[in-house]
């Protein structure tokens, strides 16, 4: 006869919601952050049609889930769908991390935080004096100028296909430091330390029309999208000048970390899960 008592309870569950999210590397990342503290979760990944992320959601949170990371093309609908936000969400106007508690949906956005800690920690990369171009004005900018701005680069520059995009943004963050924008035509003569690529466009096998000369010496050319072989905008960058290349999986880590320290208080070493997954592309 099974002992009553003898019950253990379910892991507690958590999940990646966005479309398309079958690629998604967080269920990967979440177990072996958990693992180092001993810590049994469920994570999976949860495809969600268009028009259908609130219910999806409610669905989640019925069957006992504690948190969500939220990716394309969900994290305005998840900043809509929550009774309080964080800071850095509030300012980013978007969420990639719900947690669920005593009823409450919290919104937080980790993206900056694991952006900057990735230049710092894997790249090791010191932004705090440097001439900073960032391409594109869209969520994914909005989402890490908070932090990058915290870091105290000497200038910062926005460049847009859509100036008045980039001056909205400008406006929106003007408390956390000075911002100029461009047009893409407007960057001639202009070089920078770190030109980060927070368009969509390497999704599509895209680059946006850079102007030549672009890279100081010794700089960063960072894309927050990561893909197995390096994007069109990281090749061109190799081309003309760029000294050092990153991609999106260090970010993608950070990210990830800070949500787990989000959920679980507890912050994993993200080196060693960086590693594994940069060895598994076949990278040295």
């Known amino acids: 006869m099974t002992d009553l008592f003898d019950f253990n ?14 690629h998604s590397l967080s269920p990967r990342i979440h177990t072996m952050f958990a693992q180092q503290f001993g810590i049994q979760l469920d ?26 990371n939220v990716t394309v093309p969900f994290k305005i609908e998840a900043w809509d769908l929550a009774d309080e936000r964080t800071d850095r969400s509030r300012l980013a106007g978007a969420a990639n991390t719900l947690s669920f508690k005593n009823g409450i949906i919290r919104a937080d956005n980790t993206d900056g935080v694991g952006m900057c800690r990735d230049v710092s920690r894997n790249v ?20 890490v100028l908070g932090p990058l701005l915290g870091k105290h680069p000497a200038n910062t520059v926005i460049a847009n296909r859509s100036v008045d995009k980039a001056e ?56 927050m999208v990561y893909q197995r072989e390096h994007t069109p905008f990281l090749r061109w960058a190799a081309e003309h000048g760029a000294a050092h290349l990153a991609d999106g999986l260090g970010m993608l880590v950070e990210q990830a970390a800070e949500s787990f320290y989000v959920w679980h208080g507890k912050h994993p070493d ?15």
């Open 124 to 143: 090791r990369f010191e932004v705090a004096g440097k001439d900073v171009l960032v391409i594109g004005a869209g969520g994914a900018v909005r989402g």
């Open 9 to 22: 309870p379910p892991p507690p569950l958590y999940a990646v919601m966005g479309n398309p999210v079958d």
């Open 168 to 223: 909205s943004l400008a406006e929106l963050f003007a408390c956390r430091g000075s911002i100029k924008t461009d047009g893409f035509e407007q960057l001639v003569g202009y070089s920078f330390d770190l030109v980060i690529n927070g368009t969509s466009a390497s999704l599509q096998g895209e680059l946006p029309p850079l102007p030549e000369g672009l890279f100081n010496a010794g700089a960063l050319a960072y894309d």
């Open 270 to 284: 993200t080196g060693p899960v960086v590693d594994t997954f940069r060895r598994g592309r076949g990278e040295s």
């Open 43 to 68: 994570y999976r990944r949860i495809h969600v049609d268009a028009g259908g992320f609130g219910q999806a959601v409610d669905g989640f949170r019925a069957t006992g889930g504690q948190g969500l």
